[in-house]
């Protein structure tokens, strides 16, 4: 006879279910703010906008109106299903409080944020950019002037630049700028965003930069590196588009009788994607990942 009870605490399955849907709503992604969600989605297939520039001409009596081929499209993209699984045994699960349904949700919410961050870097590092778009050669760390060099190159190309362009970058990169006290002395001002509640975050010439860990040797890390060569990016919100069915959560709690003692399998899905729209509108930086910083 397998030992334990076969049955979830009445109370359990719908408080973590409940739990993992908030905090994931609540806290979203990293990236969250940083790119344009779909306008619809069918099926397993999001639609991002995308509306080609126009231009205004003067008005000449009996002239021929110069019609622009405007374009308004609804750029596709399949999402993918990814999940989060872990199992409680049973003699651990009758000893679980509120408490501790909050530990397992919001590991859970974590988990699944980092996916969907790792989604939208995936579609980054996968463009083949032209030359005049990257920066850097793998030789040195990050500086003010190329900083500076990478908003100037990003908003000559792009139609808009009142945008606020992004820039989330390694720790070492971010604390290399802060040397500077022209960027250290900025502060953001816009949204309540889930890139704001960190302590590594400043808004200089119109681009907001902020820190996440390298996570280097593990599992869905937010910067890929080789050897000591590491890219991260620029780019305006609009320029790319992410979403899928990440505020729609479906979490699983089952029982798993092979389990010695009994247990319950924690399964959570969603559905992610991503996809870049202006590919003109992406700046990429050749990153040393070993370089030092320098407070002289």
Request: charged share 25%.
């Amino acid at each position: 006879m397998i030992p334990g009870n076969p049955y979830a605490p009445d109370w359990y399955t719908p408080e973590y279910q409940t739990q993992v849907r908030l905090k994931y709503q609540a806290r979203g992604y990293e990236l969250k703010g940083c790119v344009v969600p779909p306008m619809k989605i069918e099926g397993d297939v999001m639609y991002f906008p995308f509306m080609s520039e126009l231009a205004a001409y003067k008005v000449t009596r009996n002239d021929t109106s110069n019609a622009d081929n405007a374009e308004f499209s609804l750029v596709p993209q399949l999402w993918d299903h990814y999940e989060v699984q872990f199992a409680v045994n049973q003699v651990d699960l009758d000893k679980t409080t509120i408490a501790m349904v909050e530990g397992y949700a919001g590991a859970t919410a974590r988990a699944l944020g980092r996916k969907h961050t790792r989604v939208i870097f995936s579609a980054l590092e996968s463009l083949v950019l032209p030359a005049a778009q990257i920066k850097g050669d793998y030789t040195t760390g990050f500086t003010l002037d190329a900083a500076a060099t990478m908003i100037s190159d990003l908003y000559d190309r792009v139609e808009d630049d009142s945008e606020m362009a992004v820039c989330p970058l390694p720790h070492t990169a971010f604390s290399q700028l802060m040397t500077f006290k022209e960027f250290a002395s900025r502060d953001y001002v816009g949204d309540d965003l889930p890139f704001i509640k960190r302590a590594n975050m400043k808004v200089w010439r119109n681009c907001l930069f902020f820190a996440l860990p390298k996570r280097k040797g593990k599992i869905d890390p937010y910067f890929q590196i080789t050897g000591v060569n590491l890219d991260f990016h620029m780019w305006i919100p609009s320029a790319v588009g992410s979403g899928g069915l990440g505020d729609q959560v479906r979490s699983y709690v089952t029982w798993d009788n092979k389990r010695q003692g009994g247990g319950w399998d924690h399964k959570n899905i969603i559905g992610i994607g991503a996809k870049v729209l202006q590919e003109s509108a992406i700046e990429r930086f050749k990153f040393k990942e070993d370089s030092i910083i320098d407070f002289t």
